[in-house]
């Protein structure tokens, strides 16, 4: 069985522009949730997904937004980026979210701004 | 305010010998922590879970115990390997909804060959 997958894994923007990352949940799974990783904020959630709908949200500008297709894979993207957007941005899924379905993760997409 | 914090940043322990990280929560209301491990390069990877109704639980090697009066999570690690050298997190979630996972700041072990 698959893991999440997240691509792509590595990349390099310039400061302004916009970026689009992909994330392919396990087979079975319904909810697709974002975070980002860094070494100064450590882990942190940016939103989750269920059934096309954003379900819940964290504190992080409009710049950054996502959607969720049918088929439960999502993407995340981040416009108009700043130097502080370079990070670890982890895609996590799990069955459903209802109940304490164990999560997920996937191996990351490193984004660099420069 | 809601959050889950680790004691230390750093533990190295010998390899053979038990390692136990601490964390520490700050919200009453959280009914569910999970322990994550993460190597250098890749996501977090689920070790072990544990519900507020309980306060202790063992998996593999792994015992995750939750005292609930201090708030104060552990992860016990039997007889540390040398590939379990890593950053882990203890997590929250469940307040914000299942999904939205609250991290600590991370502990990284180093197991000493």
């Known amino acids: 069985k698959a893991g999440v997958t997240q691509t792509p894994r590595y990349l390099i923007k310039t400061r302004g522009q916009q970026v689009t990352l992909s994330c392919s949940p396990i087979s079975g799974h319904r909810s697709v949730s974002w975070y980002q990783q860094t070494p100064g904020q450590g882990l942190q959630f940016l939103f989750e997904?269920?059934?096309?709908?954003?379900?819940n949200k964290g504190n992080f500008p409009g710049r950054f937004s996502g959607r969720q297709f049918s088929n439960s894979r999502s993407e995340m993207n981040v416009s108009t980026l700043e130097l502080g957007d370079s990070a670890l941005y982890l895609c996590?899924?799990?069955?459903?979210?209802?109940?304490?379905?164990?999560?997920?993760f996937g191996e990351g997409s490193w984004l660099t701004v420069v | 305010g809601e959050s889950v914090g680790l004691h230390l940043p750093t533990l190295s322990v010998q390899e053979g010998d038990n390692s136990i990280i601490n964390c520490a929560y700050s919200?009453?209301?959280?009914?569910?922590f999970i322990w994550y491990k993460q190597e250098s390069g890749k996501g977090p990877q689920f070790i072990i879970d544990?519900?507020?109704?309980?306060d202790k639980r063992q998996g593999q090697r792994v015992t995750v115990l939750l005292n609930k009066t201090v708030k104060h999570l552990s992860l016990q690690i039997a007889a540390t390997q040398p590939g379990d050298s890593a950053v882990y997190f203890c997590a929250e979630t469940g307040t914000g909804g299942y999904q939205k996972v609250t991290f600590g700041t991370g502990t990284k072990l180093q197991v000493i060959p």
């Open positions: 544990i519900r507020s109704n309980m």
């Open positions: 919200n009453s209301a959280s009914d569910y």
């Open positions: 997904y269920f059934s096309e709908t954003q379900r």
């Open positions: 996590a899924s799990s069955l459903s979210g209802e109940e304490r379905n164990t999560i997920y």
